[in-house]
């Protein structure tokens, strides 16, 4: 068998176990979607070893759609950390064989603090299993590893499960791309849907010439300002625009573009947004306009800024 056929097997291995966890979805996830529902504080998600570290991605997918929820490791737990996991909270612990001991030892715990439980294992008549609030079962004919041993198809399993209960309850919740943007600013949805316009327009040394400027200094003035563009002003009253598009169709356009005036070739109603205004929408009016640059207009319609389709990153 080559490289490739052996890979495909491996991917294989585990579609089938996700269908087959798809199929045996029943009461007990509603279940256990109604108790993070109702959970006033975290979801705490708990497990060891390989099912620790899907625990953890579990813990942030809950976290970024709308579910409180934060990961415990439980050796750490029984050495001081179950003082984060307060009475309101909902432990969600993960076992495949529903035996490891650092999970068992801490029932002892959710018992006393009356903490829900609700377990993700891959043996439904484990201790964990028969101990927790809502068992979810995600047992699996075998692991994708040759020698059928190293956690693999049993981990996909658990990690899809983990994003089915968070997903659902995401969409139970109505989350929006808006609040899963407060959850990441530092990333590019965040960016787009939390940014404004004037956080990112540029202000300063804005490129002006008057609607009797000539060719020449028209170039110029846009050459220094390397934006790209000149506002037109008559005094304090904007008037219009020019693009080094505008330049380059003068160009073709006039038989003699260096006797032009800025009057002559200026667009009179370009495009504009307002500096309150998302950058989102405007970003999306640039992309659909075709435009490099939007200028930024106050309430009293004076130039406050250029908006350049690159600025929002």
């Known amino acids: 068998m080559n490289v490739l056929e052996l890979a495909k097997q491996v991917i294989d291995i585990e579609i089938e176990s996700l269908k087959n966890l798809s199929l045996r979805l029943d009461h007990r996830f509603e279940e256990a979607v109604g108790i993070i529902r109702e959970c006033q504080g975290h979801v705490v998600v708990i497990g060891m070893g390989k099912s620790g570290i899907i625990g953890r991605k579990i813990a942030a997918t809950f ?6 929820s934060f990961f415990v490791h439980p050796g750490e737990a029984f050495h001081g950390d179950l003082g984060m996991i307060k009475p309101g909270d909902v432990a969600l612990l993960i076992s495949y064989s529903g035996e490891t001991e650092e999970l068992l030892r801490l029932f002892p715990f959710f018992d006393w603090q009356k903490n829900k439980t609700i377990s993700i294992t891959g043996k439904m008549s484990s201790t964990l299993a028969r101990h927790t609030d809502v068992a979810l079962d995600i047992s699996i004919l075998r692991e994708a590893c040759s020698n059928n041993l190293a956690p693999t198809s049993s981990t996909t399993a658990t990690l899809v499960l983990g994003d089915a209960l968070a997903v659902t309850l995401s969409s139970l919740k109505n989350f929006q791309p808006e609040d899963f943007a407060r959850f990441h600013p530092g990333g590019n949805l965040g960016r787009r849907l939390l940014t404004k316009v004037k956080d990112v327009m540029h202000t300063k040394n804005l490129p002006v010439c008057s609607p009797d400027s000539r060719f020449l200094d028209i170039v110029r003035t846009m050459t220094v300002g390397r934006l790209g563009l000149t506002l037109i002003m008559d005094g304090e009253k904007f008037v219009g625009l020019i693009t080094d598009g505008d330049l380059r169709r003068a160009l073709e356009r006039f038989e003699e573009p260096m006797k032009l005036v ?24 640039m992309k659909e306009a075709k435009l490099g640059s939007l200028i930024v207009l106050d309430g009293a319609r004076t130039p406050v800024g250029v908006l350049q389709v690159f600025d929002g990153g």
Not at 63 to 68: E, L
Not at 268 to 284: G, V
């Open 262 to 285: 800025a009057k002559t070739f200026m667009t009179t109603s370009p495009k504009t947004a307002d500096p309150e205004e998302l950058l989102a929408p405007a970003e999306k009016r």
């Open 63 to 68: 976290a970024s759609t709308g579910t409180p």
